[in-house]
């Protein structure tokens, strides 16, 4: 007999048929032996009113439904089709559970039904996916969706979407099936029977998988073939005498590009890298938005590796840049070269599956969580397409993102060769592709990560380009500080138990006990000590909650976190010297326990050998989290009971959560002399490039900040392709009230009238820069308010639910609307052409200065005789508004205003600087409406 699935979506009043919300459509269609047999579809009258949101999300009004039958009237059409068959529902919690209530309202009896939700088949089926909404996947699947939230339209997406989900199935190795036969058990929809019918049906008829993936110990993996060695041309010609081949017209650029405009900034670019490089100088670039500066160091850098046979490393800050280097530069790079070039990414251990540690969590999925166990079954399917086993290519839940903690790479229970995975290791696979390279990718984090640790993870390099530069102090203070909280240790604690009755302690006692080693009082002593340490811990930490609780001149976050700076040795009080009494005891009580711990482990060394390979991979992850919780508690005690004049301390509490919601951190006052040291005097050439590095046309505040003062580096400016006086205008209203002359009450009042005036009066799309989360509260609250215009989203950071990259997708899809951002959102966002009109800066980025960091680069400055405000306040903040401008013109053909509601920028002498800094950009003054009736048309 064909499976019969019906596919329904409702469209509803409310989301409770018990607080009287009813159905107003409904969307059947009905599926056998994996055809569409059937399709229903009707408007349903629910005798109430249709909310107004609902008419706005879904279109249906109430004169729609007026004449349409109840659903009393459907039901005898309804319920033949969901006879004998499986409900599916895209979230099908919502459907049926609906469908049942309204049902029973209705005096009819629900039979129970097999469900699949296609959110959840989905989420395990599509683990790449970046989202997992109907409108989002029928874009992926290459489904029409001409109406969303209809329901006949969403029950036709739902349809076609469960039946690709139920062919992918059927498409995976029997292993995988395996694998997830018992885990499907616990998930929403009802796989169980689906699955032994897939395993039978493979079974019976002698599966082929071993020819498509390579399956190993009942895991069944991507089959990757060994990467062939290129055979190379013993002539290649140098960069000097390629590149005019390369540019000139109809060259090697022009074929690669299908509308090839010659860019002069480039060019130069291309000379400056490749001079440094065979020049041995450290070199400062900063190339204007549209230089084109990826592949403008990338070429030189290529021939570089490729002539001399040493490897090139290229830093990014963010994630996105390795994307576009990998997918959209790398391509290019490839038709452009007379070579074969090998690229290779390689980013921190924690971004790479650990197979070991997989393999050994699916051994516990009778105790996991909803969440874990639909994390397992994603990793299984990602398993047999994944090249790399980089956790960025999932998109994870929250429960999953914690699970990952327990599978990712690290060097503490790597087997090495004794692993039976370690040919097929992620990890080890990338680091290969990365030593046969000439060109690596990685980012800043990685890049310090090598410099600070005794064990080189990227090959040695003596040349780089740093790209994003302007971020490499921050990624180096970060890397260079410290920090500690509860949640760590009490995570660490968790995973391996307080007593010998559970976590990982429970399988140590059953080996001990199945090797037959000895048992003595050190059991009891270990209890003990970890019951103490854990208690002492939330004790301290509490203390520590208190104490800052205890102290007015607190700061709040961006988070709501409340943070207090602190000199461990000048703090006063009876608090202060119990936290540091309570620190010392849970320092002694770690050293003791971890050596106890540490004996009883070493008993397991000389068994080694005769060990499975299952409990040695079990003993080194024991042996990793005793490591990692004595490394906490050391950096608990440097935190307290230490103290460098050198670094600025500080703890951030959680004014609402619980009362051991603290952390503690540290960084670096001044990094100079730590990269000067260990990093530029080591490299033959660093190249550090990005659009913002210059102050009105100085690289000093850079070079003295980065520790470069002594290497006589050079620098260069290429400015930016763009025509800033035809494409772009910087407006001042002069109606807008000076900030210190009124509250951030008054002043957010006043700026969210602005706000809103523009997006009515341009129709477009504005995004409004914030420095502070509070004032992008109230000015969104005050617009909000104001707005009548339904047609205008307004979308918040913080305010609307949903990430960055989300928030940054609503407002590229929307006709007309306001993106309210803060930090985040002052660099790295691209909005080409239409997707956007009109930039707000609210105030000039100056960083708060109560921040610890700044506050004490602020002191050293003042204590050296220099101008705080001068040498480091106002740098920093003239970068960071160069990034917010260069928001507005990412192309040749954008055109748009910048608006700056800060009057500083014109009232102060050092205000003049942020318009030096800039573009040469015509800037006018005025009322707002007289500046809007002006540049209307602009």
């Not at 391509?331 to 050994?360: D, M, N, T």
């Amino acid at each position: 007999m064909k499976e019969r699935y019906v596919v329904i979506d409702l469209e509803t009043t409310g989301h409770s048929v018990v607080q009287g919300d009813r159905i107003i459509q409904i969307g059947a269609i009905v599926i056998e032996g994996e055809e569409i047999v059937e399709r229903f579809s009707s408007f349903i009258n629910p005798h109430i009113p249709i909310p107004p949101f609902i008419e706005e999300l879904t279109g249906i009004t109430d004169e729609m439904v007026a004449k349409a039958p109840t659903f009393h009237e459907i039901i005898p059409l309804l319920l033949p089709m969901l006879k004998d068959a499986s409900f599916v529902a895209h979230n099908v919690h919502f459907d049926l559970n609906f469908l049942q209530k309204q049902l029973e309202d209705e005096g009819y009896d629900v039979p129970s039904v097999t469900a699949f939700d296609t959110v959840e088949l989905a989420r395990m089926l599509l683990p790449k996916q970046e989202s997992y909404k109907l409108t989002n996947l029928a874009d992926f699947l290459g489904f029409s969706h001409d109406r969303p939230h209809q329901a006949d339209s969403d029950a036709e997406v739902t349809a076609h979407l469960f039946l690709t989900l139920i062919h992918k199935l059927q498409t995976l190795p029997l292993l995988t099936l395996q694998q997830l036969l018992p885990i499907s058990r616990r998930l929403r929809s009802d796989l169980e029977r689906l699955l032994q019918t897939l395993i039978h049906q493979k079974g019976t008829s002698g599966t082929t998988d071993e020819q498509q993936f390579d399956c190993f110990r009942q895991l069944a993996l991507k089959r990757i073939d060994v990467e062939k060695v290129h055979s190379e041309p013993t002539e290649v010609p140098s960069f000097t005498e390629y590149k005019e081949s390369l540019m000139k017209e109809g060259g090697t650029f022009s074929s690669a590009f299908a509308h090839y405009e010659v860019r002069e900034g480039q060019h130069q670019m291309m000379n400056e890298v490749d001079e440094a490089f065979h020049h041995y100088q450290h070199k400062l670039i900063e190339a204007g938005t549209g230089t084109g500066k990826s592949l403008a160091y990338f070429i030189p850098a290529a021939f570089y590796a490729f002539e001399t046979g040493k490897p090139v490393v290229i830093s990014t800050q963010t994630i996105p840049l390795q994307e576009q280097l990998l997918t959209r530069d790398l391509p290019i790079l490839k038709k452009l070269l007379p070579f074969e070039v090998v690229v290779a990414l390689l980013k921190g251990r924690s971004h790479y599956l650990c197979l070991r540690k997989f393999e050994q969590s699916l051994h516990s999925i009778d105790t996991d969580t909803y969440d874990v166990l639909l994390t397992k079954a994603q990793i299984l399917i990602w398993l047999t397409e994944t090249e790399h086993g980089d956790v960025e290519e999932l998109n994870l839940a929250s429960g999953g993102k914690a699970f990952w903690f327990e599978v990712q790479s690290d060097s503490n229970t790597d087997l090495g060769k004794y692993s039976p995975w370690f040919s097929r290791c992620f990890y080890h696979r990338a680091r290969k592709r990365a030593q046969s390279a000439h060109i690596i990718i990685t980012n800043h984090a990685l890049l310090f990560t090598d410099l600070i640790h005794e064990q080189r993870l990227l090959p040695a390099y003596t040349h780089v380009v740093i790209d994003e530069a302007h971020h490499l102090e921050e990624t180096a203070s970060e890397h260079l500080g410290m920090k500690a909280d509860y949640l760590s240790f009490s995570y660490l604690l968790q995973r391996l138990g307080l007593t010998w009755e559970d976590g990982m302690l429970q399988y140590v006692n059953q080996l001990l006990h199945d090797n037959q080693l000895e048992s003595n009082v050190q059991y009891t002593k270990i209890e003990e000590g970890l019951q103490h340490i854990k208690e002492e811990l939330d004790e301290l930490f509490r203390m520590i909650h208190r104490y800052v609780m205890q102290k007015r001149k607190t700061t709040a976050t961006d988070t709501g976190r409340d943070r207090y700076r602190y000199e461990s040795f000048n703090e006063k009080g009876s608090l202060w010297q119990a936290i540091l009494e309570c620190a010392m005891r849970v320092h002694m009580g770690m050293g003791d326990t971890f050596r106890l711990l540490k004996s009883v482990l070493g008993q397991f060394h000389d068994l080694q050998e005769s060990l499975l390979f299952k409990d040695r991979g079990f003993l080194a992850d024991v042996d990793s989290v005793v490591d990692s919780l004595y490394d906490e508690e050391q950096t608990v005690y440097e935190l307290l009971l230490e103290s460098d004049p050198n670094y600025v301390y500080w703890i951030e509490i959680e004014p609402r959560g619980a009362k051991n919601a603290t952390f503690l951190y540290s960084k670096p006052i001044d990094i100079a002399e730590r990269l000067a040291d260990d990093f530029f005097a080591k490299k033959k050439s660093v190249i550090l490039t990005s659009a913002t590095l210059s102050v009105n046309g100085s690289f000093d505040y850079q070079k003295k900040k980065l520790g470069l003062e002594d290497f006589g580096a050079e620098t260069c400016t290429i400015a930016s392709p763009f025509s800033y006086k035809d494409q772009v205008r910087l407006l001042i209203p002069t109606d807008i009230p000076a900030i210190k002359e009124v509250s951030d009450e008054e002043f957010a009042a006043d700026v969210a009238i602005k706000v809103w005036r523009i997006a009515e009066e341009t129709k477009g799309k504005t995004l409004v820069l914030f420095t502070s989360y509070e004032m992008l509260k109230l000015v969104y609250k005050h617009v909000k308010d104001l707005s009548e215009n339904e047609s205008l989203q307004l979308i918040g950071q913080g305010m609307t639910s949903g990430s960055r990259a989300k928030l940054m997708k609503s407002f590229k899809q929307a006709d007309s609307a306001i993106l309210f951002g803060t930090s985040s959102f002052w660099e790295g966002v691209d909005l080409p052409g239409d997707e956007l009109h009109q930039l707000v800066i609210v105030r000039l980025p100056f960083s708060p200065p109560d921040q610890p960091l700044l506050q004490a680069q602020l002191e050293r400055a003042k204590e050296e005789g220099r101008n705080p405000f001068m040498e480091v306040s106002l740098p920093q903040a003239i970068i960071r508004f160069k990034q917010g401008f260069g928001r507005l013109i990412r192309t040749t053909r954008d055109k748009g205003c910048v608006y700056v509601f800060d009057r500083r920028i014109t009232t102060t002498r050092y205000g003049k600087l942020f318009i030096r800094s800039l573009p040469e950009v015509p800037v006018h003054e005025g009322k707002l409406e007289a500046l809007l009736e002006q540049f209307r048309d602009f």
